[in-house]
Each structure stands twice: as structure tokens, then as C-alpha cells.
């Protein structure tokens, strides 16, 4: 099965992270298929930059999202609704 999952980089004490598209059985650090984007937790807010098109095409190939690229993308992909009006209106 081919999943989406993150993949370690940066330097001892600094993670970063790359989203990539990998088989589920290989190792976190080992070869992937593709990369799909980045993640750096360090910085506030954290940076999440993926290419929206590719999670979709490989999702809709059957790959599937591991627990935590899955909250990433609930959190950070997907648009906010608009705010609500919160004016009085006029009578």
C-alpha cells in the first residue's frame, strides 16, 4: 500500500519535515516516490506547504494519509469559513 507520510530532515535537535508519498512497509528516512511539500514545526505559526493538487491525485490513486499529515492537512489546507456578520442590520 502506498501512503503519505512525513519524513525527517534537519539537524539533531531541529526537525523538519517533507511530506512525501512512500510504501507503507519502507522505513520513516528510506527512498519515497515523491515529495509532496514540507512541514516546519519550529517557527510560529508552523509552515505547512504542500501541493494540494498532487495529495489529491494520489489520494484518488489510493494512497492513504498517515494519522499526522492527516491532522496537518485538516488544520492547514483546508479554507477557513467566512467570518460571520456580526453588524446590526438596519431596520
Do not use: C
Not at 512525513?6 to 511530506?19: D, E, I, N
Not at 514540507?38 to 494519522?67: F, M, T
Not at 485538516?74 to 438596519?90: E, F, I, M, Q, V
Request: hydrophobic share 35%; no cysteine.
Amino acid at each position: 500500500m502506498v501512503a503519505i507520510r512525513l519524513r525527517r530532515a534537519g539537524s539533531k535537535k531541529r526537525p523538519f519535515f517533507r511530506v512525501v508519498v512512500t510504501d507503507s512497509r519502507s522505513a520513516r528516512d528510506s527512498s519515497f516516490v515523491e515529495i509532496l511539500g514540507h512541514y516546519n514545526p519550529r517557527v510560529k505559526p508552523a509552515i505547512v506547504d504542500v501541493d494540494k493538487e498532487r495529495v489529491d491525485y494520489w489520494l484518488g490513486k489510493g494512497a492513504r494519509p498517515s494519522d499526522t499529515v492527516r491532522t496537518l492537512m485538516a488544520r492547514h489546507l483546508t479554507p477557513k469559513p467566512p467570518a460571520a456578520d456580526t453588524t446590526p442590520a438596519k431596520a
